[in-house]
């Protein structure tokens, strides 16, 4: 009988075929290049016959890539299921999550998860970021908001960004059609300003004061500011539904979004998307998030 492959050359294998680059996967394990190289190398030389196909833009597989990364990367799923089995609750999850989709619809919406999972603890961790590593952060599950995609790992997309003008109460009085939006401030999301640019463009408006305004980088800063009635923000009605069901902030022109390149994903470590546990999450997922896409027709401030 022959004998296993060596398991770190094995390892290094499936990560660089997830990455299509020896660079990024370098990077994912927290190596050099070189030695992303000689695993490569030596897998090769056990295997008898090529792995890779080395192209200008990173690496491809061959017929028998193609044949050895599926196997390798059920037993590695295997391996880990088995480890954190010994090592934990099996119905955890450990979770990645951008900020203001964290505190604005998450959070708010997790008391219902839990109810309908009570058996399943999820364990939420915040930060900006978009890419996901799983193979170097300690994570069964992300959130990833970008427009690269969720990166490495299996991924699936939850919904695409659009964004509309929000204030509060109290300003959104004042705002009856987008010209009116000349005489408040804007409160901003990038420091180029082109989230306001491209609104205003396709609301057929402008602004006398479009460079003017603070800028934020993080959306659930913006936001807070144009509760306090200091200007107007853009935002995804979708993170902001239960603060638009509640009135806390409007949306005067509801039917006025522009979409964005940003799309949300669910990721997790490819070969655990089918884990009781995080199919519930996923499901979950879905399925609040179409309802908040359905009974989001905020109303204009009376």
Known sequence: MKRLPPLDALHVFSVV???????????????????VSRQIQQLEAFIGQPLLL???????????????????EA??????????????????IKIKLPPTFAMRWFLPRLADFQAQHPGIEVRMSTASFSRIHFEREDFDAAIVAGNQGPGEGFGERLFSEQLTPVCAPAMAQRLRRPADLAREALIHLSHDHADWRRWLEAAGVSHPALEAGPSFEVIDMAVNVA??????ALADPLLLATDLSSGRLIAPFPALRTP???????SCPRGRQQEPALQALLSWLHSEIARSLAANAPQRAP
């Open 17 to 35: 075929a997830r990455e299509g680059s020896m660079s990024r996967a370098a990077e994912a394990l927290c190596v050099t290049q070189s030695a």
């Open 75 to 92: 037993a590695f799923a295997g391996i880990r299921q088995a480890v954190e089995g010994l090592s934990a609750r099996p119905q955890d």
């Open 260 to 266: 964005t390149d940003y799309q949300y994903w669910f």
């Open 227 to 232: 509760s306090q009635g200091l200007g107007v």
């Open 54 to 72: 080395r192209q200008a833009r990173g690496v491809g597989l061959t017929t028998a890539g193609r044949q050895l990364l599926p196997a390798a």
